[in-house]
């Protein structure tokens, strides 16, 4: 059998070129797809990691489940020891804490809701490296009015660096607390439903907004992505005695782990990603 189909090759050299090279052809195609795809979740990835979550977020136990209802009850103290030591954990390069809050902003007769984010301001200049940011000049923790307001969210309220915003706010003593801050700048990032709805502040001038001390979550940093899986279970076991619940960025990125479901759906061939933490396994069809 195989003489025959070996002569039969030889026979028809045309045909049998034309069907390798066909058969070439496409594996190069799948291939150069292949990596194509890796490429750009690869780098969706990174972006999600640095413009929003970080690799792993900190908070008190059941915030991310009931802290949207009451979140001045998981405020975290800036003097927790277990805390301070996550900062010189292996493998974690910063660790910023981060104060949430939503309110309304408003500007001439628009007023819109924000979601609103207290940062560090010298800590998250690694982790924000992923935002484009357009500003005249940077937020800094001396500046007590200064924000960044995210590009669809500049846009709705048709405020530019140097313009005003009146930022009002429900406090922690459940009253109403209202600032007049000075647009430094605007922000995008890779989820444009986070850029319609976001206004970053230094983490003091939110506290000042919100009459309380402390934060919501403290958001670590690590020193490469592929470790991620890692450090979370060696500090689990720390943070669980302490009260705290850990979330890995794999766990918060719903517009990362949708995008990779709709290439595992679409894609008719097997996409590996070099990291272990990814939702993207493409089973060969």
Not at 92 to 107: C, D, I, K, W
Not at 265 to 275: I, T
Request: hydrophobic residues 45%.
């Amino acid at each position: 059998m195989l003489k025959l189909a070996w002569r039969n090759t030889l026979r028809y050299a045309r045909h049998s070129l034309a069907a390798l090279g066909a058969i070439a052809f496409g594996t190069a195609a799948l291939m150069l797809s292949s990596g194509f795809i890796q490429w750009m979740l690869i780098s969706l990835r990174e972006h999600v990691i640095h413009s929003q979550l970080g690799h792993i977020q900190v908070a008190k136990q059941g915030f991310r489940a009931m802290g949207a209802a009451n979140p001045f009850a998981y405020l975290l103290s800036s003097v927790d020891p277990t805390l301070a030591a996550l900062a010189h954990a292996p493998g974690v390069r910063v660790a910023s804490p981060r104060l949430a809050f939503n309110g309304l902003a408003s500007s001439g007769d628009t007023t819109l809701s924000f979601i609103g984010e207290g940062l560090d301001t010298a800590l998250e200049e690694a982790l924000n490296s992923g935002l484009t940011i357009r500003s005249s000049e940077p937020l800094s923790a001396s500046d007590t009015r200064g924000v960044l307001v995210g590009s669809g969210l500049a846009e709705a309220l048709r405020v530019a660096p140097g313009d005003r915003l009146v930022l009002l706010v429900n406090t922690g003593s459940r009253g109403v607390n209202a600032v007049e801050a000075t647009v430094r700048g605007t922000f995008s990032s890779v989820a444009k439903a986070y850029d319609d709805a976001a206004i970053k502040m230094p983490i003091g001038l939110a506290r000042q907004l919100l009459k309380v001390q402390g934060f919501h979550t403290m958001v670590l940093l690590l020193d490469h992505t592929d470790d991620t899986d890692a450090v979370a279970a060696s500090l689990s076991p720390r943070t669980q005695t302490a009260g705290l619940e850990l979330a890995s960025w794999s766990d918060l990125a719903d517009f990362y782990n949708k995008t990779c479901l709709l290439f595992r759906s679409s894609s008719a061939f097997c996409v590996r990603s070099s990291d272990s933490l990814s939702c993207c396994r493409f089973p060969v069809r």
